[in-house]
């Protein structure tokens, strides 16, 4: 298993994956610096250097910083609210079972982060976060509008 396990206490174990700590730098914890990689219009089958480039970038960042990053995504998915919502999304849930296969899901969010837990063999795996305000994975997908706990003034600001 290529992910380290992170205990909270009372909390239940969550498998932080390679993958996920790589999106999470991408999209937000240094946004800007691989803005590219969400905008490049160069076609997939052609090479672009840029993307090459950040993507190694990437790839480094993620190991240099593993320690810290792992801090992070615990403490967030520590304080992290589950969002029942996303599993009545018929279109949002069949590109999860595309991309991830038929299996039980939970979704987390803190602030603008949307965790996605896989629950497979009586662990929860974490195999990628998605911004949980945006359209997500070919747009069709936002964040529910209607949140527990929200006043109006804040639902008319999302
Ligand atoms: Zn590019």
Redesign the pocket.
């Known amino acids: 298993m290529n992910g380290q396990v992170v205990e909270a206490r009372k909390q239940p174990t969550w498998i932080l994956t390679n993958h996920l700590r790589e999106r999470y730098v991408e999209r937000f914890h240094n946004k800007k610096h691989y803005e590219?990689l969400r905008t490049?219009s160069?076609g997939t089958g052609q090479k672009?250097e840029?993307?090459v480039s950040l993507a190694f970038d990437l790839h480094a960042e993620v190991q240099k910083n593993r320690n810290y990053l792992d801090k992070v995504l615990a403490a967030r998915l520590f304080k992290a609210k589950e969002e029942r919502s996303y599993l009545n999304n018929s279109e949002f849930m069949q590109r999860m079972y595309t991309r991830y296969g038929y299996e039980p899901f939970k979704f987390l969010v803190h602030d603008e982060v949307l965790f996605v837990v896989l629950l497979k063999e009586g662990k929860q795996i974490v195999p990628t976060c998605i911004p949980a305000r945006e359209s997500v994975v070919g747009g069709i997908v936002t964040r529910p509008k209607f949140r527990k706990r929200v006043s109006p003034d804040e639902v008319t600001r999302n």
């Open positions: 590219h490049c160069v672009c840029t993307c």
